[in-house]
């Protein structure tokens, strides 16, 4: 799949799943290229455009990785990220 294809999987899955936190949504960054697999860090984005205001600090998983081959989307922890940064793979 070439980047635009990986984005908007990305995208898709990302708006599907709506408001994460009162206010906001996840967004994603641009990705970092692996060799099976597609990475987006989370971004909080605000759910009404006219509000100004940055968004709490949270925790949890920074991000997804989408298969380069099926498409495929997973929500990977902080250690399986080191684990991809390193190997190349997060298994």
């Known amino acids: 799949m070439n980047i635009e294809e990986l984005h908007n999987i990305a995208i898709t899955y990302t ?3 709506g408001e994460v ?3 906001f949504k996840f967004g ?3 990705p970092r290229l692996f060799t099976k697999y597609a990475y987006f860090n989370f971004t909080l ?3 009404n455009k006219d509000i100004n205001r940055e968004p709490p ?3 949890g998983a920074p991000g997804i990785v ?3 081959d099926t498409g495929e989307v997973k929500v990977i922890s902080f ?3 080191r684990s991809l940064e ?3 793979d997060f298994k």
């Open 15 to 17: 708006d599907n799943m």
């Open 21 to 23: 936190i009162p206010g």
């Open 28 to 30: 994603i960054t641009n």
């Open 45 to 47: 984005q605000s759910i």
């Open 57 to 59: 600090a949270v925790g």
């Open 66 to 68: 989408v298969n380069r």
């Open 79 to 81: 250690s399986e990220l």
């Open 86 to 88: 390193a190997n190349g």
